[in-house]
């Protein structure tokens, strides 16, 4: 993933192109991501994609979906570090997170 230093004008990483075949290299850091994060935004770039494209992936390649679920699965309840803080939060802080 060489193209993660690369940064154009307006502060965006260059997409990756069009994927035709999975790779093990996105099957692994589809997993791990979503074995870390619960948010698809990230995800998709953190593959250096589109949430549409990611979706679309998904659709395309069953790999996809299968370690998605095997990630969730694995995760079960286990909370993620912004959870952990959220949950030590006064009252009037987590009102002001929400309205955030």
């Not at 099957?27 to 698809?40: N, P, S």
């Amino acid at each position: 993933m060489e193209h993660m230093s690369e940064v154009d004008l307006r502060g965006r990483v260059p997409r990756r192109p069009s994927l035709k075949k999975l790779t093990l290299e996105v099957l692994l850091l589809f997993y791990e991501a979503h074995l870390r994060e619960y948010e698809i935004t990230k995800i998709a770039a953190a593959l250096e994609t589109t949430v549409g494209t990611l979706q679309q992936w998904i659709e395309k390649f069953p790999e996809l979906k299968f370690a998605q679920d095997l990630a969730i699965e694995r995760r079960g309840e286990r909370h993620t570090f912004s959870d952990y803080i959220f949950q030590h939060l006064s009252s009037e802080a987590k009102a002001l997170w929400e309205k955030i």
